[in-house]
């Protein structure tokens, strides 16, 4: 017995060394209340599709991507499933969750490529709450900003459709103090809700959690709850602005951490690096891609020249936090409101 169990184990962990004849089992194990569930033609199928498909096509299933990636270390690791009952060793797999895996394989069509790529486009969400598609062509006005311990700066953008997004507002507010009472950031926060220009939807990035500062400074700490606190009442204020355009339900989105900064290629290891190259290369050059379709031509921006002013007569700070509103609105309008193919493959590398 003992040895019979030992060249078991062997035999599992390298399969492909060993010279043997390998058949698919197409008996159903009872583990899965076969035979009743799957006939041989449909278990052929299913472990056919698990062992051939890749990972994006088996996404079109009724399956996480998470689980789908043990799929693939095990096929790279040990090859084929040779039997339905076997994915059942994979961590995260049940009998529940793989009955429904395998009955939407039996109950899809396998050449419709078009609900594949439905499905697949469905993974990415960009913002806190979800964007919904709904209202992209609804958007004519977004504002961005950037909120730091020592600038909030915004830039209002136009959306017109089938046009270049056009850059109409670009502003700074200095915060005169980075411990400031409650009372004078209240007072900070009016004089900056009067600055901002009203648009129909308002995104900032989403802020890391306020928490103690390594090695317990309470300077430090307090540093970083000043910021929590301004992000929080000034995106209160905007949301609670009266609404121009009603089709809009919610105002205020939360784009997700550094995802700006690693559309533009700014992000390298786990920071985020000055940006302003790429602003300058989108005031100077207007960057844009080289076709012609509908999304692509809203992905481009216009720049009037008294903003490009604006931009340099700044200090080097201010500059930074300036560029990253810009990169910010950017990001949301490629992203979000256009779904420019190049911008969403970029994310995906």
Request: net charge positive; glycine share 4%.
């Amino acid at each position: 017995m003992f040895a019979l169990l030992y060249s078991t184990r062997i035999y599992r962990n390298v399969p492909f060394r060993l010279n043997v004849t390998r058949s698919f089992n197409v008996k159903s194990s009872t583990k899965l209340g076969f035979p009743c569930s799957y006939t041989d033609e449909e278990t052929r199928k299913i472990l056919a599709t698990i062992n051939e498909q890749g990972v994006e096509q088996l996404y079109k299933y009724d399956i996480s991507k998470s689980r789908l990636k043990r799929i693939e270390v095990w096929r790279k690791k040990f090859g084929k499933f040779m039997s339905l009952d076997q994915v059942l060793e994979l961590d995260g797999f049940g009998i529940t969750i793989l009955r429904r895996f395998y009955d939407s394989i039996i109950n899809s069509s396998k050449d419709n490529v078009e609900i594949a790529s439905k499905v697949i486009k469905k993974d990415p969400s960009f913002t806190s709450p979800v964007f919904p598609v709904s209202l992209a062509t609804k958007v004519k006005s977004c504002v961005s900003l950037y909120i730091g311990l020592d600038f909030v700066t915004w830039a209002k953008f136009d959306i017109i459709q089938k046009t270049p997004t056009v850059l109409t507002g670009w502003n700074s507010f200095a915060i005169p103090d980075r411990k400031l009472h409650i009372s004078d950031l209240i007072r900070v926060v009016s004089q900056i809700n009067q600055l901002i220009p009203k648009a129909d939807v308002y995104v900032v990035e989403n802020p890391a959690v306020a928490q103690m500062a390594i090695g317990g400074s309470a300077i430090k700490t307090n540093i970083n709850v000043q910021k929590s606190q301004l992000i929080a009442m000034i995106m209160v204020i905007l949301t609670n602005r009266t609404k121009e355009n009603t089709d809009i339900p919610e105002n205020v989105f939360f784009l997700k951490q550094y995802i700006s900064a690693r559309l533009f290629g700014i992000y390298v290891g786990n920071e985020r690096v000055s940006c302003e190259n790429v602003v300058r290369s989108l005031l100077e050059r207007q960057i844009g891609l080289s076709e012609d379709s509908i999304n692509q031509i809203q992905s481009k921006l216009t720049v009037p020249s008294g903003l490009k002013v604006l931009y340099e007569e700044n200090q080097d700070a201010e500059r930074e936090f300036l560029g990253q509103s810009l990169l910010l609105g950017l990001t949301f309008v490629r992203l979000c409101i256009v779904e420019c193919k190049d911008s969403l493959n970029t994310l995906k590398k």
